[in-house]
């Protein structure tokens, strides 16, 4: 008897659909994969890794955040969960540890983002690919900006 190495999608109750990447079919190699999905897997990683490095920031700079943070809902979340210092040398900071609810809303946002973008290019690949490459280059220039600047 012959037993074949087949290799099949997940299955977590999804309605049944055409798969659209290669690797999931029998009719090419599973390490074959369609130049679409390295690149969203790319860019969809990178959105992922400048928002670890956002959060980095946040805690490494925690004490200057009321000061540096530029989104008025950022600098609303971070009153609801600490009190303003004063400090001689940067004025009104967070005080130490106070940037709980910011930084857990910022990593919610970012799993619910990602989260998002996987499902729409499972569902359409080329509109998945397009909304997580508009939002890579936001990211991107989120990246330049915290670094130089």
Not at 95 to 113: I, M, P, Q, S, Y
Not at 127 to 133: Q, R, Y
Request: hydrophobic share 45%.
């Amino acid at each position: 008897m012959k037993t074949q190495n087949t290799l099949q999608p997940p299955s977590v109750g999804l309605p049944e659909r055409e798969v659209h990447h290669t690797a999931w079919t029998n009719d090419a190699p599973s390490t074959r994969l369609e130049a679409n999905y390295v690149a969203f897997v790319t860019l969809w990683l990178f959105v992922g890794l400048v928002s670890a490095y956002d959060g980095y920031l946040t805690v490494r700079y925690q004490h200057l955040l009321h000061s540096l943070e530029l989104n008025p809902v950022g600098r609303w979340i971070m009153n609801l969960d600490g009190h303003l210092a004063y400090n001689q040398d940067y004025g009104y900071v967070v005080e130490n540890r106070k940037v709980a609810a910011f930084l857990g809303l910022k990593f919610a946002g970012t799993v619910c983002g990602l989260a998002i973008m996987l499902l729409v290019h499972r569902y359409q690949a080329r509109m998945g690919l397009a909304v997580t490459g508009a939002i890579a280059g936001l990211q991107g220039l989120l990246a330049v900006y915290l670094s130089c600047f």
